[in-house]
Nanobody
Framework: QVQLVESGGGLVQPGGSLRLSCAAS????????MSWYRQAPGKQRELVAT???????NYADSVKGRFTISRDNAKNTVYLQMNSLKPEDTAVYYC????????WGQGTQVTVSS
């Protein structure tokens, strides 16, 4: 069992920045990779970024060069630094850990609007 708690969402103007956090607890020693997904209204949930235990990262093309995923193993926390935000980044952002099944956080709303 893994519990995930996200924080850091909010309302920001286009071009602004936000940092999301996802704190993991429970059977964290089995976690090999952590990811951020997002789901906009009326759209399917999509993968935004992934980071492995060793620190390798992967990004969706739509966020490359603007978003950075990182992790603090001592705090069992993964971060998503989002810069140069656009209105199309508006979505609910979810933290994900794939183990025997997918574990999800509760989601945090990010709204980019002037």
């Amino acid at each position: 069992q893994v519990q995930l708690v996200e924080s850091g969402g909010g309302l920001v103007q286009p071009g602004g920045s936000l940092r999301l956090s996802c704190a993991a607890s429970g059977n964290i020693f089995s976690i090999l990779r952590m990811s951020w997904y997002r789901q906009a209204p009326g759209k399917q949930r999509e993968l935004v970024a992934t980071i492995t235990r060793g620190g390798s990262t992967n990004y969706a093309d739509s966020v490359k060069g603007r978003f950075t995923i990182s992790r603090d193993n001592a705090k069992n926390t993964v971060y998503l630094q989002m810069n140069s935000l656009k209105p199309e980044d508006t979505a609910v952002y979810y933290c994900n850990v794939p183990l025997s099944r997918d574990y999800w956080g509760q989601g945090t709303q990010v709204t980019v609007s002037s």
